[in-house]
């Protein structure tokens, strides 16, 4: 889907916002849908929401169908794949290189691609290190979700995270600082047969290159 030009846009996270992993067998997991309304909330907000996650593509390909959101409705679907391309392509492979797969990046690929301006995007994810991240990068608005601990622990509500977007949306909203939202009672990560599906875990060479990268970093940064 084309971004139109000064579009407003919420990019959701997927493990930890939208799915849960429940358990890992050899090359497959077993996720749980966290909120079984988040198709029909991506199809009202069609037009302003979109998917960033560190997911390798053929991956969250997978999640994305298992939780019924249709990717062609989806303003942009960016995955770990979709962030080192278009960060190679925007010039940037020395910072690749060094930093890793940063969330980030992509918000320079929004504005040179896209039109879309940096403090025009908001984040909703479950790490408060890719928030401030995302803030420190110029995003205008992020939010944290509470951690799950098992299945069956209350959890936040995807309806109160767009309803925080929207007030943004309208100006009422000026702290720079990532909102944390809260657990609600109502909200449970249930285990049911119907909220349970299985993802095949990608091996392919770009996750090994991926591996080998984040290990050479380690140990670069251990010796500086």
Known sequence: MTISLNRRLLLVDLDGVLVYTMAVAGKSETVVKIHPNAPEIFERNAARMGILTHRARPEAEQIVSGLGINPDRLVCFFSAHDIWRSTIRDGNILRLLRDGTRKS???????????IRRENV??????????????????????VVPPIARPLSPNFSLEAAVSIFDAWCLDRIE??????????????????????????????????????????????????
């Open 175 to 224: 702290d720079h600082a990532p909102i944390r939202l809260v657990s609600e009672s109502g909200y449970l990560v249930e285990s049911g047969s119907s909220r349970i599906f299985e993802v095949k875990r990608n091996n392919d060479l770009f996750n090994i290159v991926r591996t080998g990268g984040r290990k050479l970093r380690a140990i670069w940064s251990a010796q500086t």
């Open 122 to 143: 908001a984040i909703l994810d479950d790490m408060p290190a890719i928030a401030r991240e995302m803030l420190n990068a110029g995003a205008g608005l992020a939010m």
């Open 105 to 115: 990046f992509i918000l320079r690929h929004l504005e040179l691609r896209h039109g």
